[in-house]
């Protein structure tokens, strides 16, 4: 059984820079990174291929330079990893991106039952969250978002148990295999890998598909296939401090004045 794993490029959030004519974002000079939710994913990943000797393929789609995410993920040690690629893809929205994701797990499918997909629960670029329930939409999978913790994966029943973390609550749940997990940090640390394994991923060979592998109607997928599109992106302004009273020789007047200030506002419970 394949388990696969999507893993996505990400940049490095505190140095991002929007170009404020075109809405995008400036890739020169940015450092990337692998999605932190995805390492937990290929962790979660790991743990099915140690107990059940699943095999485990790390997918990415982005530009050739995001072959360096899956490295990582080779590195973590998974088994196989698959670089979508391909001028066609790009400029996609969440609808195109998760249709060429769900095209390349179909395809692996041909060649062994895929029994688990995992995904982040979301990126640090584009927080939607849309991606991983939109594979399983696709595929006709069960969908189990935002999961903690995995209870049992009962492989002859075909069954999952787990964790969801919801607001304030937990909630428990089943769902039959084939499934899609989205995971949260809180389920695992992910494996450091091990010097050896890095220098054995750094010679390992990534598969780069194009749509030529996919075959995908280049009117249904990227720029093309995307229905949305940013028409301004921004960070939101901060609002000025207000300097209250004279902290550096006064500090107890000015927290009084703090008080006096929160308890005018109604911040504090009396
Ligand atoms: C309205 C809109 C317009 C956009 N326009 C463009 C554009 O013009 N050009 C452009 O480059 N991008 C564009 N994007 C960004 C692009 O849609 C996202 O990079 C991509 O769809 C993933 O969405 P996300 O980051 O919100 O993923 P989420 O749904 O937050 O990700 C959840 C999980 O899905 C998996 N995943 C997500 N993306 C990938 C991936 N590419 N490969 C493997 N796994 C993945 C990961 O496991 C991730 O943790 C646009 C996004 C939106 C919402």
């Not at 530009?63 to 001028?87: C, H, I, M």
């Not at 006709?140 to 148990?161: G, P």
């Not at 295999?177 to 990534?206: C, F, G, H, I, K």
């Not at 720029?223 to 609002?239: N, Q, Y």
């Amino acid at each position: 059984m394949l388990v696969v794993v999507c893993v996505k490029q990400v940049p490095d959030t505190t140095q991002v820079q929007i170009d404020p004519v075109t809405n995008t974002l400036i890739r020169e000079g940015v450092p990337f990174i692998v999605n932190p939710y995805d390492t937990h994913a290929v962790e979660q990943a790991l743990r099915f291929k140690d107990r059940y000797g699943c095999r485990v393929v790390a997918i990415s789609m982005g530009p050739p330079n995001a072959e360096a995410t899956l490295r990582k993920a080779l590195a973590q040690g998974a088994d196989r990893a698959v670089l979508l690629s391909d001028r066609v893809f790009g400029g996609a929205d969440t609808l195109a991106t998760s249709k060429v994701l769900a095209a390349a797990i179909e395809r692996l499918a041909k060649e062994d039952e895929v029994g688990v997909v995992i995904c982040g629960k979301q990126t640090i670029d584009g927080d939607t969250a849309q991606v991983g329930p939109g594979i399983a939409t696709r595929l006709d999978f069960a969908q189990l978002t935002l999961v903690d913790r995995v209870d049992e994966l009962d492989l002859s029943a075909r069954r999952i148990k787990v964790s969801r973390k919801l607001e304030g609550r937990h909630e428990h749940v089943e769902a039959p295999l084939p499934v899609l997990l989205t995971v949260v940090r809180e389920l695992n640390r992910p494996r450091y890998p091990t010097v050896a394994m890095r220098l054995e991923s750094a010679d390992a060979q990534v598969e780069v598909w194009d749509n030529s592998v996919l075959g995908l109607d280049v009117n249904t997928i990227g720029l093309k296939g995307s229905p949305t599109w940013v028409s301004r992106i921004f960070s939101p302004e901060r609002a000025k401090g207000e300097m209250l009273g004279d902290g550096a020789h006064d500090p107890e007047g000015a927290a009084q004045i703090l008080i006096d200030k929160m308890i005018e506002k109604d911040l504090l419970a009396l």
